[in-house]
C-alpha cells in the first residue's frame, strides 16, 4: 500500500513490527466454507503455524463447524462483515450494523473471548472511509496488510502468484490468502510451497 493511503488510516494496522526470529503474519479471507478451509488447516498444521481467519457472517452462520475446526486448531477469528459490504459503497449505518452482525456470530462461537481485547475487522476489499474507521476504531482493531497475494485472480498464474509472494515477504509481513471457491486453484499451488519456502528460510507463522 503507498505510504499516502496508510497516513490517511492511522487506525489501521498494516504490518507487525520485526522480531527475531523473524514472524509473519498469514490471514485468511472470505471463509469458513467446506471446501478451502479444512485443506488450509492441514497445510498450517504441517508447520505448527498460527493464522487469523476473517469471516463473513453469512459462512459463520451456514458453517459453525468449520468455523469451531479453526478455533480448535488454535488460530483467530476476525470480522469481515457480514455480507462481505464494501466501505465505499454502503451507508454507514447499514455497514456499522452489518459489522455488529457479523461480530455477535462470532463472539457466540469465541466463548473464551476476553472483554479487553478488542475484536478484529479487516474491511471487504481494503475499502474504508475516514468516518468508518474513526467510528470502528472504538469496538475494533482494524487490519489491512503489507502482501496481497491476489490468489483470487483467474489471471494470475500460481507460479507467478507463488513467485511475487515470496519476493514481496519480508520479516513483519501480513499476508492475504484466501479460503474461498475463487481463490482455490492459487490457494491449493501456492500456499503449501510458500509456507515450506518461508519455514526454510527461518520465518515462524503467528496469528494476529
Request: some cysteine.
Amino acid at each position: 500500500m503507498p505510504g499516502l493511503v496508510r497516513r490517511l488510516f492511522p487506525e489501521c494496522i498494516w504490518e507487525m513490527p520485526a522480531t527475531d526470529p523473524p514472524t509473519l503474519y498469514l490471514t485468511f479471507d472470505d471463509g469458513p466454507i467446506p471446501e478451502q478451509t479444512p485443506f488450509v488447516l492441514t497445510q498450517l498444521a504441517r508447520y505448527d503455524a498460527r493464522a487469523t481467519f476473517f469471516c463473513v457472517g453469512e459462512n459463520l452462520a451456514r458453517h459453525p463447524d468449520v468455523a469451531r475446526q479453526v478455533l480448535a486448531a488454535g488460530h483467530r477469528l476476525g470480522n469481515h462483515t457480514h455480507r462481505h459490504l464494501s466501505g465505499w459503497r454502503t451507508p454507514r449505518p447499514e455497514y456499522l450494523a452489518d459489522v455488529a452482525h457479523c461480530q455477535q456470530l462470532l463472539d457466540a462461537l469465541q466463548s473464551t473471548a476476553t472483554p479487553e481485547v478488542r475484536p478484529l475487522l479487516r474491511p471487504p476489499y481494503g475499502r474504508i472511509t475516514r468516518p468508518l474507521a474513526q467510528a470502528l476504531d472504538s469496538s475494533h482493531q482494524l487490519i489491512m496488510w503489507d502482501l496481497l497475494t491476489c490468489d483470487y485472480d483467474p489471471d494470475y498464474a500460481p507460479e507467478a502468484c507463488l513467485r511475487a509472494s515470496i519476493r514481496l515477504t519480508r520479516p513483519g509481513s501480513i499476508i492475504v490468502f484466501h479460503d474461498s471457491q475463487k481463490a482455490a486453484r492459487n490457494l491449493r499451488y501456492v500456499l503449501p510451497r510458500y509456507l515450506d519456502y518461508c519455514a526454510e528460510a527461518g520465518y515462524q507463522f503467528a496469528a494476529l
